[in-house]
């Protein structure tokens, strides 16, 4: 059975910093990206890393704050979130293909996907 399970969300002040984990079990995926979503808003995509080549995306939003890295042993993906700002506050999701794309920033690009864990930045 193939799944994604997040962990590591929570509350944290602005300026601080939290990591996200996400474990992949029953399968070895070729991408897999963070997105996340407000009530009322869109999914939207948060950053992506290649499996093989370690390739990494990121919003605009996040850039220079935020550090998906992968640990291919563990099948294991991590989101390094620094300098959190309120804005950052969101359901955060992992998200993992079993196919090659060379598309990584929507949603349509995923086909499996965790079950969200909540990250709340807040003083």
């Known amino acids: 059975q193939v799944q994604l399970v997040e962990s590591g969300g929570g509350l944290v002040q602005p300026g601080g910093s939290l990591r996200l984990s996400c474990a992949a079990s029953?399968?070895?995926?070729?991408?897999h990206a963070w997105f996340r979503q407000v009530p009322g808003k869109e999914r939207e995509f948060v950053a992506a890393v290649r499996r093989n080549s370690g390739t990494t995306y990121y919003a605009d939003s996040v850039k220079g704050r935020f550090t998906i890295s992968r640990d291919n042993a563990k099948n294991t993906v991590y989101l390094q979130m620094n300098s959190l700002k309120p804005e950052d506050t969101a359901v955060y999701y992992c998200a993992a293909r079993d196919y090659y794309s060379s598309s990584n920033y929507n949603t349509y690009d995923y086909n499996y996907w965790g079950q969200g864990t909540q990250v709340t930045v807040s003083s």
């Open positions: 029953g399968w070895i995926f070729s991408s």
